[in-house]
């Protein structure tokens, strides 16, 4: 680390690719890897005073990095991993706790309600409040009180209500904002939860492909399913390099052998000129593409 960096938790030339569920993509420029909220908040401060391109990564279930990598400081979260009590089914989620450890050891161990919404989902809690991540059966959103945010403005806790967050997005976390830990309040229910978490997770086995991949790569159109679109498309099974579109589910697309960057993007390029020509429908994506 050069002697000018104020951190000792900053690392020049950090790879990102063992980072990421694709396993895709170059180093950082630089990267600081917080291990508390206080150092988050020092990260984000010192990050905002510097020139270039600035980022965030948290559990990298979503996102694609560059071949080339990042020219740029990255604010690694995954090591941001308290989680606390307070009472009353209420928790203190950090933002790098990994989602499916709240899903197991908190909910389905107290019993609580929307089990179903959040089974399976890869990622940590800090990517499925941004994303607002979920099913048809609940979202993250729905679980939370509040959320801590660092912004330019400085450190809010922003208390949550359904006008703040939507479909995959929520509007209290800008661009250039950092999200530090959720407030989380769940509910028990009398419904027993471990069938229902069995049930989504044999789901998700049998219906969705293993392997490196960034689970959804497209948003779902309003009433409309993306991998239903791009299988209709006959781009099941279509190959760029080492990356290919999932035969099992087409809104997966696979890093199946050593696929880079370009092979992905190559194959979401070829989706989403597809369905647009076939049926006129622009596909949004969900995967996150850092370059």
Avoid at 6 to 17: H, I, K, R, S
Avoid at 81 to 106: A, P
Avoid at 142 to 171: A, C, F, H, W
């Amino acid at each position: 680390m050069s002697n000018d960096l104020p951190f000792e938790f900053a690392v020049e030339n950090y790879p990102l690719a063992p980072l990421t569920i694709y396993g895709v993509g170059g180093p950082a420029r630089l990267a600081l890897i917080p291990r508390t909220v206080d150092e988050a908040v020092q990260a984000y401060e010192w990050v905002a005073r510097q020139p270039g391109k600035k980022t965030v990564l948290g559990g990298g279930s979503n996102v694609l990095i560059d071949d080339a990598g990042y020219d740029g400081i990255v604010i690694v979260m995954s090591e941001l991993n308290g989680l606390e009590s307070l009472g009353d089914d209420r928790y203190r989620i950090e933002s790098g706790v990994d989602l499916n450890h709240v899903v197991r050891e908190i909910m389905l161990a107290n019993n609580y309600d929307l089990v179903g919404g959040l089974t399976g989902i890869p990622g940590t809690v800090g990517g499925a409040i941004y994303m607002n991540a979920g099913t048809v059966n609940g979202s993250t959103c729905m679980l939370m009180e509040s959320v801590d945010v660092i912004g330019p403005e400085g450190r809010k806790r922003i208390p949550m209500n359904e006008s703040l967050y939507s479909y995959r997005g929520q509007t209290f976390c800008p661009r250039g904002s950092l999200i530090l830990q959720g407030h989380f309040k769940f509910a028990r229910t009398d419904e027993p939860q471990r069938p229902i978490y069995d049930h989504y997770i044999e789901r998700r086995l049998r219906t969705q492909p293993q392997g490196k991949c960034c689970g959804s790569v497209f948003k779902n159109p309003p009433g409309k399913h993306s991998g239903k679109l791009i299988q209709e498309a006959g781009l099941m099974g279509a190959r760029r390099g080492g990356a290919v579109i999932s035969d099992k589910h087409a809104n997966f697309i696979m890093n199946e052998d050593n696929a880079t960057s370009a092979d992905i993007l190559d194959l979401i390029a070829l989706a989403k000129a597809a369905v647009l020509e076939r049926f006129g429908i622009e596909l949004e994506e969900e995967v996150v593409y850092i370059k």
